[in-house]
């Protein structure tokens, strides 16, 4: 069983080809610049050489008719051809209170998904051109879609409204949905079985902390809350996003600036965030190395960021009335050590005991970054978001055929 799984944007397409035996990845790769001059495709096939290629990709059609050149290609692919790939499972961000799970393609997921483009109106129509480009190429192959909203559909009342009129719900469907859902599923079940405990009896404080960045409180495997709102600009401080800020703040900068509601819009989730306060960089990496040189803005930007982070973890502990186990993945929670010291030291009320040397390794496993004795049990788990597409999408498609 051989799977594509797709990352649609709007200018760009992220691929991985996946062999479900024994879930290795065949193939993976990029196509970037959609729609404008000179696209760039790079493919990446296990094993062989790299190739870059560089041409006029003008739409989403094109970019995975030449995808799938790629993989068939006799150098530089994987596949004899494309009869081999037998599905394929596309990343969508927004499912609002349709997908409570990935589903099968159809007429009416389609219809669902279109519904939606109002309240991810970047992302889902992407998706969409992602889905319509692979019928066109590959007719007949069963398509799955799996939504960066679903696992949060399970937050109760009280964690998803907003205490606004209610007839913006009714409306509009104004609540909280959450993001980055298959990350916090994937690394809330690997942190269970990395522990040999059961998730049913853990209370989970997942930190997913990339580029963009969100904290879910997992209680008995479930997501009860998520620092993500109706859209993804709640919650943390991010690298060019605001996070929580109070909203009276957004009719009188509009008011006094004269900005229109794009312009608003762009400076909270484009000019905002790390990048704002450092004045250099929106990557934690460069902000890092300006706090060490002494940088005030730099240090600024990252006491903000830990403070902030660090308050969620707080308050979901309240949310749960404990945690048994923090877990910091993507980007950051990966790779910065730093950052987790100084989280994980501002924590001691709860117990936490950090090993320092275990924090410093570096490695694509999980790991605990705790001592054994520590009251809360701390991992670092590699998130992998395409993994869990491939698998939503093998076990959909092996439930239709069987
Ligand atoms: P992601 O969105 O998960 O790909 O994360 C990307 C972000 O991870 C980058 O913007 C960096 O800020 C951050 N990052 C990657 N490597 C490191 C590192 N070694 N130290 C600190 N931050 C890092």
Redesign the pocket.
């Known amino acids: 069983m051989n799977i594509l799984v797709i990352n649609s944007g709007s200018s760009s397409l992220k691929y991985q080809l996946y062999n479900m035996n024994d879930e290795s990845v065949l193939a993976k790769g990029l196509v970037e610049r959609i729609g404008m001059d000179s696209s760039i495709l790079t493919h990446k096939p296990t094993g062989k050489q790299d190739v870059t290629e560089v041409s006029e990709i003008l739409e989403h059609n094109t970019a995975i008719r030449k995808v799938l050149a790629c993989l068939t290609d006799k150098e530089h692919g994987v596949l004899a051809s494309i009869d081999e790939i037998n599905a394929v499972g596309h990343r969508v961000v927004h499912g609002g209170e349709f997908f409570k799970a990935s589903a099968l393609v159809d007429a009416d997921t389609k219809t669902k998904i279109r519904q939606l483009f109002d309240l991810a109106p970047l992302h889902n129509p992407a998706a969409m051109m992602g889905i319509t480009a692979t019928e066109v190429n590959m007719p007949g192959v069963p398509q799955v879609v799996v939504f960066d909203t679903a696992f949060h559909q399970t937050m109760p009342e009280k964690a998803f409204m907003y205490a606004i009129p209610r007839v913006l719900y009714n409306k509009y469907k104004v609540r909280r949905y959450g993001a980055h859902g298959t990350s916090h599923d994937f690394v809330s079940k690997a942190a269970a079985e990395y522990l040999e405990r059961p998730l049913e009896d853990l209370k989970i404080i997942t930190c997913h902390?990339?580029?963009?960045g969100s904290v879910t409180a997992v209680q008995g495997g479930i997501s009860v809350d998520t620092s993500m709102g109706m859209t993804p600009l709640e919650g943390l401080m991010m690298?060019t996003r605001s996070g929580d800020l109070d909203p009276a703040i957004v009719p009188y900068v509009m008011n006094k600036e004269e900005l229109s509601v794009g312009e608003v819009n762009s400076m909270l989730n484009k000019h905002s965030g790390l990048l704002a306060i450092s004045g250099i960089s929106?990557?934690?990496?460069d902000?890092?190395a300006g706090a060490e040189k002494g940088d005030p803005n730099s240090t600024l930007a990252y006491d903000m960021y830990e403070y902030r982070l660090r308050k969620y973890i707080g308050s979901y502990t309240a949310a749960m009335n404990g945690v048994d186990v923090i877990v910091f993945t993507?980007?950051?929670g990966?790779?910065?050590s730093?950052?987790r010291e100084k989280v994980l030291k501002n924590l001691t009320f709860l117990g936490i005991e950090l090993d320092e040397e275990a924090n410093k390794v570096r490695s694509g496993d999980p790991r605990r970054i705790t001592t054994v004795n520590s009251k809360v049990q701390v991992l670092v788990v590699p998130?992998n978001e395409e993994l869990v597409i491939a698998r939503d999408t093998n076990r959909i498609v092996q439930g239709i055929n069987g």
């Open positions: 902390i990339g580029n963009g690298g929106s990557d934690m990496r902000i890092e993507a980007g950051v990966e790779n910065s730093k950052l998130t």
